[in-house]
């Protein structure tokens, strides 16, 4: 995956999270991402339900679904934390 592409799952996750009503094809749909990064949003957000065991939000799902992509990139990291690994 290229980091652009991850900035715009970062962002699809971000949207999801920021608002319970709409789901992630929705989300993509507005935002006119591809179909492929539209399905690793889905995938990030159901790795993240199923860890909760489905007691947490799916708005709180997608969130902790960004926060764990932004994490994993050094490069993400520094711009949306401002700090190096």
């Known amino acids: 995956m290229k980091l652009d592409e991850k900035r715009r799952l970062v962002e699809v996750l971000l949207c999801r999270g920021n608002d319970d009503q709409f ?6 749909s507005r935002l006119n991402v591809s179909r492929h990064v539209g399905s690793w949003a889905n995938a990030a957000w159901q790795s993240a339900c199923d860890f909760h065991g489905w007691t947490t939000s799916a708005s709180d799902d997608a ?13 993400l990291r520094r711009e949306f ?5």
Do not use: K
């Open 23 to 28: 789901m992630i094809s929705e989300v993509c």
């Open 63 to 75: 969130l902790e679904a960004a926060y764990r992509l932004i994490e994993s990139s050094p490069t």
């Open 81 to 85: 934390f401002g700090v190096s690994p």
